[in-house]
């Protein structure tokens, strides 16, 4: 059965300190992995598109990787207005579904 | 504007009513969908439409019904409503791939 499962639920941390969120799958065939944000009363809003292992993107202080079993998305020296939910999601080229995991909560205190 | 809005943002209903979320974008995109968001369950898909003759149900689609009036308006429907339908409701639009997603800004919807 296709699943995504990110981790941890929820991270706290503090302004400057450096950290990675997980989002690992297992699926039919991966045609891509994407990384949303979303804010609290807002939709997700996308962030990152990687589509075979090995494969590296980066967006000002976030970076995404890509393995064949696992992404990672590092935040290096977060500030407060990263805080939000961060979704993965794949999408399969066994069945052509889009799966979304259940997200990480990240809260960075100032 | 945003290329995807949803209509109403905050609805309180009672349960047996019947009740309609709207959605409309300006993306020109062929592809909509509607998903529901409960905590611990992230984002499960209601429905979808390819075009506005392709109408599809998705993995929970029960005590729901869609209707895409246009290529720019999708709609879902709740024929009566039940508490346990009380979720965060996004509407989203992808391009032909169907893999990068536009969502709204979601409605808050609580049966009581």
């Known amino acids: 059965e296709d699943q995504v499962t990110q981790s941890p639920e929820a991270l706290r941390l503090q302004e400057g300190e450096s950290s990675s969120l997980n989002c690992s799958y297992t699926v039919s065939g991966l045609r891509g992995l994407f990384w949303y944000r979303q804010d609290p009363g807002k939709g997700p809003e996308f962030l990152f598109t990687l589509y075979s292992a090995g494969e590296e993107k980066e967006k000002e202080r976030l970076k995404a990787t890509l393995t064949k079993k696992e992404s990672f998305l590092h935040i290096t020296a977060p500030k407060p207005e990263d805080s939000a939910t961060y979704l993965c999601a794949v999408f399969t080229s066994g069945t052509y579904k889009y799966i979304f995991g259940t997200g990480t909560r990240l809260k960075v205190l100032a | 504007d945003a290329d995807v809005t949803q209509t109403p943002r905050n609805r309180i209903t009672k349960t047996g009513k019947r009740i309609m979320l709207e959605c409309s974008q300006t993306?020109?995109?062929?592809?909509m969908y509607w998903y529901r968001q409960d905590p611990g369950l992230g984002l499960r898909l209601i429905y979808y439409?390819?075009?506005?003759?392709?109408?599809n149900k998705g993995e929970i689609s029960d005590g729901y019904s869609v209707s895409r009036q246009a290529q720019a308006k999708f709609s879902l429907s709740l024929e009566s409503a039940i508490p346990n339908q009380t979720a965060l409701y996004f509407c989203a639009t992808s391009d032909l791939s169907g893999q990068l997603y536009t969502f709204g800004s979601g409605t808050r919807l609580t049966v009581v």
């Open positions: 993306k020109g995109h062929d592809r």
């Open positions: 439409s390819f075009d506005v003759k392709d109408i």
